[in-house]
């Protein structure tokens, strides 16, 4: 706009200054353009690769996860052959269990179990006040006399002579053969202790030898001590007294023969009847 109060120096001077600037801010306005151009295609450019790489990653994960139940099934496989296998060699290895056979019926064998009969009562066998009685070894039966008052059984014993054998006191005696008069034989015992006998009608006392004697009465069979007493005026050759009596034997005081001894003792043994 023409100003006549401006002079023409000032007018030309800012003319060409005004010449000058247009190309200047023309070049600013398209430089502004062309930054906020680049910016926008720039954040473009990183919203792609960044979506890229998330489904480049959800496509590894469903990768892996494929992978991952693959395997996982391939093992449940081979556990499951392992345990078929391990099943298969124990039931090689271990022969099941087999019933044992039904045994045969035996037939009836009366002698076998023919064992002696007798009466007890908690265990304890009842024997009457006289009993046959089998002792072992001479294999003789005799009546022995049960009583509750003597406190050592007695063995009818004739011709006690001790002797020593191997450093220890031994005794020979005769005992008398059932049914056969002045018939006796001859045994041999070890002395298991000695007694002393006090006699009622005698001054000082004699020395008696105890020894164990197997016998049975009835089914109970059992070693005791005997004390070799002679005998021979007494009516019986064996006395059954408290030392077997105690634990083990109930007297039944209005009995005799109460017990009876097995069938095959009293068909061999001597003086059976």
């Not at 489904?55 to 496989?77: F, I, M, N, P, Y």
């Not at 191997?166 to 045994?187: C, M, N, S, Y």
């Not at 015992?189 to 009622?200: D, K, S, Y």
Request: include cysteine; hydrophobic fraction near 35%.
């Amino acid at each position: 706009m023409y100003n006549p109060r401006v002079p023409d120096s000032q007018r030309e001077i800012m003319l060409s200054t005004s010449k000058l600037l247009a190309p200047a801010l023309l070049a600013l306005a398209a430089l502004l353009s062309g930054c906020t151009v680049d910016s926008v295609a720039v954040k473009r450019y990183e919203m792609q690769g960044l979506q890229q790489a998330v489904a480049s990653q959800q496509a590894d994960l469903t990768h892996l996860k494929v992978t991952g139940d693959r395997q996982h099934q391939e093992l449940k496989g081979l556990q499951s052959d392992a345990t078929q296998r391990i099943i298969a060699t124990i039931q090689q290895q271990v022969e099941p269990p087999k019933c044992p056979p039904v045994p045969e019926p035996r037939a009836c064998d009366t002698e076998s179990r023919d064992t002696g009969t007798s009466d007890r009562v908690k265990g304890k066998l009842v024997v009457g006040e006289v009993e046959k009685a089998f002792l072992v070894g001479p294999n003789f039966v005799y009546d022995a006399r049960i009583d509750s008052g003597a406190e050592t059984s007695s063995m009818d014993a004739r011709n006690v002579q001790r002797f020593e054998r191997d450093g220890q006191e031994w005794v020979r005696f005769d005992i008398p053969v059932p049914g056969k008069d002045d018939a006796f034989e001859t045994l041999e015992r070890e002395v298991a202790r000695n007694v002393r006998i006090i006699q009622a009608n005698e001054e000082g006392h004699e020395r008696r030898a105890v020894v164990e004697l197997q016998f049975r009465i009835g089914d109970h069979e059992q070693k005791a001590e005997f004390t070799l007493a002679d005998r021979a005026h007494l009516t019986y050759t064996l006395l059954i007294g408290r030392n077997i009596l105690r634990d083990v034997m109930l007297i039944d005081v209005g009995r005799e023969y109460g017990t009876e001894l097995p069938r095959s003792i009293r068909t061999s043994a001597t003086g059976s009847n």
